[in-house]
T-cell receptor
Framework: GENVEQHPSTLSVQEGDSAVIKCTYS??????FPWYKQELGKRPQLIID?????GEKKDQRIAVTLNKTAKHFSLHITETQPEDSAVYFC?????????????FGQGTTLQVKP | DVKVTQSSRYLVKRTGEKVFLECVQD?????MFWYRQDPGLGLRLIYF???????EKGDIPEGYSVSREKKERFSLILESASTNQTSMYLC??????????????FGDGTRLSIL
């Protein structure tokens, strides 16, 4: 069935270092890949998304890359700061229809040490 | 800014009770979703609705039902609560994708404990 695998489950970096989170998906028809950040006790919030017609997208210190052939996509955070500490979820849209249903990865807990 | 409001942040119920979780969105979104969030399992889809009175089962619908009588409101119902339904429940909404996929917007979640 449809599946999204996310690694690592936990990630600890020093402030200023880069962090990379990787996801693989199984549904070849997926064409939309959002990333959500969930701070402790708060709602998941969209931080960046990418559509299948592009290979990379950047927004300040965060970037996402997509390899459709290999069916994997990654989140890159540069110059990490303590406020980047949170749980990050990747997701892939299910199928090619317009319902907007997503399947989520298991989540990565990122800790940025000052 | 999209506002998705869940009726309770914390809820404690007893085994066997019928439990209602309410979610309201203010952006006229067609799609609404209910997820449960458990450590190490990510967000798992319970039920989905793409229009009033329309619903689809998600990945883990057993023990749950939903109601969408009005476009802005989507209710999750635990027919007979059990301890394994203790979890964080998240509601989300999104516009129906036409040519461009639309992101989902989440509520703050309801932490439900079944004793």
């Amino acid at each position: 069935g449809e599946n999204v695998e996310q690694h690592p489950s936990t990630l600890s970096v020093q402030e200023g270092d880069s962090a990379v989170i990787k996801c693989t998906y199984s549904d070849s028809a997926s064409n939309y890949f959002p990333w959500y950040k969930q701070e402790l006790g708060k709602r998941p919030q969209l931080i960046i998304d990418i559509r299948s017609n592009v290979g990379e997208k950047k927004d300040q210190r965060i970037a996402v890359t997509l390899n459709k052939t290999a069916k994997h996509f990654s989140l890159h955070i540069t110059e990490t700061q303590p406020e980047d500490s949170a749980v990050y979820f990747c997701a892939a849209k299910r199928g090619s229809g317009n319902t907007g249903k997503l399947i989520f990865g298991q989540g990565t807990t990122l800790q940025v040490k000052p | 800014d999209v506002k998705v409001t869940q009726s309770s942040r914390y809820l404690v119920k007893r085994t066997g009770e019928k439990v209602f979780l309410e979610c309201v969105q203010d952006m006229d979104h067609e799609n609404m979703f209910w997820y449960r969030q458990d450590p190490g399992l990510g967000l798992r889809l319970i039920y989905f609705s793409y229009d009033v009175k329309m619903k689809e089962k998600g990945d883990i619908p057993e023990g749950y039902s939903v109601s969408r009588e009005k476009k802005e409101r989507f209710s999750l119902i635990l027919e007979s609560a059990s301890t394994n339904q203790t979890s964080m429940y998240l509601c989300a909404s999104s516009l129906m994708a036409q040519q461009i996929n639309q992101p989902q917007h989440f509520g703050d979640g309801t932490r439900l404990s079944i004793l």
